[in-house]
Every structure is written in structure tokens, then in C-alpha cells.
């Protein structure tokens, strides 16, 4: 004889969540762990050095200071001094100072190519400011700090030729690099759900296709059917659990 699967009830739902819930938690926590295995992997860590530099015209009396004008001009000229910051004569000749430096333990940059150097430095100046700060992003903290440096440092001689003659004069320097990491929770709550949704609708289905006959409803729905019901009898539990 065939049985069919038993039909779904909102009460049958949370049965089985209530008899399969240490085993939702359990493969939940279980792919949790998973999913924070997997991000681990694949997060990168970056670190983030920043310096600046304040931009004048070439023109202004140090001793006197800035006529408007001249202030006026340092602006643009720092704006115009962000715009140009990528360029490949700051990419050689902050190679050259690396080189001249190699001694005091600075980093090897030569595998660190035009595009890739691009991509690491970054430059902004805040509104009606002279001052340029300048944004190093790099998988090493020490590079990092060193590049901000070396780029504030060589950043006058590098843009000149661009932007004209201009005063550039480092303000601050980098002393240290703030870490940055890829690493997401979304993995390990994706994984988290999985586990728990896998948990619970394993159980759905043996709960469905489980054959045995639990009361006088079921047994109707199997076998009603082909055999006839004779009768019914109550069940007495004593104390412990144990039926009679």
C-alpha cells in the first residue's frame, strides 16, 4: 500500500521548528562560522597615511605675506596643484627618492608601476583653502607613510612645469598609517540563514514524508480510504511519561 505526504498545517510549522530548533541553532552557528571562514580569506587590509602641503604664489613677500590677490591665486593654484598631482614626473621622481633612501630602510617601489601609483594616491583641497592634503592608500603601512612623505616632499619640483611657478611647501607630515580591511559580515549572516533554512526544511520533509501515523486524522488520510475505522481508544500517560 502507498502512502501519500502528509499536508502542512501552520500548527505542523512551528512543531517542527519547536522539536528541530537546537538543530537550527546548531547548523545556523555552523555556517556562521563558515561564512566568517570565508571573509576572513578574502579580506585584504589596507593602510591609509595622509600628508599636505600649502600652495602660494611664487610672487608673495614671506616677510610681508599674501596680498589678497596672491591669496586668491594660492587657491587656484592648489586647486589646479590636486588636479595635476598624477602625473609621470612625480611618479619618477618619487622613485628617485626611495632610491636615495634605500639605506635607511624605505621600501622598494620598483615594482610599483605609473598606473599602479595612480591608483594608491589621491588628493583633495577643502573649499577657499590653500592647503592640499594628500591621500596614500597601500597594502603595506610603512609604503603608505613613506609615499605621503616623499610625495609632499617632491611635489613642488613635480608640478611646476604644469602649473607655473608656484611655492609648495610641505605642512604636515605622516607618521603613522591607519589599517583598513575588506573584511564583511555578509558572508557570515548569508551563511548563517543557510544553515538554519537547510536545518529547518530538512526536518519539514521527514516530518512530510515520515510514514507513521500519529492520530486519528492522519490515520483517515492514509487509510480511510481502503480500511474502515473499528474504533478509538484514549491514551493515559502516568507520571514520568509513560503511556498506558
Not at 73 to 80: C, D, E, I, Q, Y
Not at 101 to 118: E, Q, T
Request: hydrophobic share 45%; glycine share 6%.
Amino acid at each position: 500500500m502507498k502512502t501519500k505526504g502528509r499536508q502542512l498545517t501552520t500548527a505542523d510549522l512551528f512543531r517542527v521548528l519547536r522539536r528541530a530548533l537546537l538543530l537550527v541553532i546548531a547548523c545556523a552557528l555552523l555556517g556562521g562560522a563558515a561564512g566568517y571562514y570565508l571573509s576572513s580569506r578574502r579580506a585584504e587590509v589596507t593602510y591609509t597615511a595622509s600628508s599636505s602641503v600649502y600652495v602660494q604664489a611664487s610672487t608673495v613677500d614671506m616677510e610681508v605675506g599674501q596680498t589678497s590677490n596672491e591669496i586668491a591665486l594660492g587657491r587656484a593654484l592648489a586647486l589646479s596643484c590636486r588636479d595635476a598631482i598624477k602625473n609621470d614626473t612625480l611618479y619618477n621622481n618619487v622613485k628617485e627618492y626611495f632610491a636615495k633612501r634605500a639605506d635607511d630602510g624605505w621600501p622598494d617601489i620598483s615594482k610599483v608601476n605609473n598606473d599602479s601609483f595612480g591608483t594608491m594616491i589621491s588628493a583633495a583641497v577643502e573649499t577657499n583653502s590653500q592647503e592640499v592634503t594628500i591621500t596614500v592608500v597601500a597594502k603595506d603601512g610603512k609604503l603608505a607613510i613613506h609615499l605621503a612623505n616623499a610625495i609632499a616632499d617632491e611635489l613642488e619640483s613635480s608640478v611646476v612645469d604644469i602649473i607655473g611657478a608656484c611655492r609648495v611647501e610641505p605642512k604636515k607630515w605622516a607618521y603613522t598609517a591607519t589599517p583598513t580591511s575588506t573584511f564583511s559580515l555578509t558572508l557570515v549572516f548569508a551563511g548563517a540563514l543557510f544553515g538554519a533554512f537547510a536545518a529547518y526544511a530538512l526536518m519539514l520533509l521527514l516530518y512530510v514524508f515520515d510514514p507513521r501515523v500519529r492520530d486519528t486524522k492522519e490515520l483517515l488520510e492514509q487509510y480511510g480510504e481502503v480500511l474502515p475505522l473499528l474504533g478509538e481508544t484514549a491514551s493515559f500517560e502516568k507520571k514520568g511519561g509513560h503511556r498506558a
